[in-house]
T-cell receptor
Framework: GDSVTQMEGPVTLSEEAFLTINCTYT??????LFWYVQYPGEGLQLLLK?????DKGSNKGFEATYRKETTSFHLEKGSVQVSDSAVYFC?????????????FGSGTQLTVLP | NAGVTQTPKFRILKIGQSMTLQCTQD?????MYWYRQDPGMGLKLIYY???????DKGEVPNGYNVSRSTTEDFPLRLELAAPSQTSVYFC?????????????FGDGTRLSIL
């Protein structure tokens, strides 16, 4: 079945450091790929998405490129801020019955220190 | 905008008790979903619905029931609470016609079974 493997956390960085969170996937067909972010006490929010190979999703300084050849969708940010502290989930979307199902990675906790 | 609203935010149950987790959305989304999030894990799909009167099982449906009598509401029922159902529960909704539309999440219900 479909699966998403994320870099193990937690990750602790100093402010303005470079961030990479690795994500690889296994899926049949052509999934859409997403990064969601979860701030403490809140639900998940869409951070960015990519719908086909070589697409780059970007938002709030975060970027991720859909790499079909390596089945990867790594999240990057050039200079993190304390406000980026959250849990980040990689996910893929594929058809499931009459709907589309999201398959999530296990999440990566990011803490940014001032 | 209210988006997806879940109630209650927190609840403690005794083993064998029953309860209903409420979820309502005001975005006129046809698709709705229930997930559970266990510590250090990604979200797992419990049930989903593609419209009023239509529900289907996800990855981990055992011990739960759902109904969908209106477009707006998608309650999740626990009939005989068990310690294994201690988790954070998230409701989500999405617009069906575009596979790349993200799911919108509520803030979650934190449930403890003692």
């Amino acid at each position: 079945g479909d699966s998403v493997t994320q870099m193990e956390g937690p990750v602790t960085l100093s402010e303005e450091a470079f961030l990479t969170i690795n994500c690889t996937y296994t899926a049949t067909g052509y999934p859409s790929l997403f990064w969601y972010v979860q701030y403490p006490g809140e639900g998940l929010q869409l951070l960015l998405k990519a719908t086909k190979a070589d697409d780059k999703g970007s938002n709030k300084g975060f970027e991720a490129t859909y790499r079909k050849e390596t089945t990867s969708f790594h999240l990057e940010k050039g200079s993190v801020q304390v406000s980026d502290s959250a849990v980040y989930f990689c996910a893929l979307s594929t058809p499931s019955g009459s709907a589309r199902q999201l398959t999530f990675g296990s999440g990566t906790q990011l803490t940014v220190l001032p | 905008n209210a988006g997806v609203t879940q109630t209650p935010k927190f609840r403690i149950l005794k083993i064998g008790q029953s309860m209903t987790l409420q979820c309502t959305q005001d975005m006129n989304h046809n698709y709705m979903y229930w997930y559970r999030q266990d510590p250090g894990m990604g979200l797992k799909l419990i049930y989903y619905s593609v419209g009023a009167g239509i529900t289907d099982k996800g990855e981990v449906p055992n011990g739960y029931n759902v109904s969908r009598s209106t477009t707006e509401d998608f309650p999740l029922r626990l009939e005989l609470a068990a310690p294994s159902q201690t988790s954070v529960y998230f409701c989500a909704s999405s617009y069906p016609r575009d596979k790349n539309q993200p799911q919108h999440f509520g803030d979650g219900t934190r449930l403890s079974i003692l």
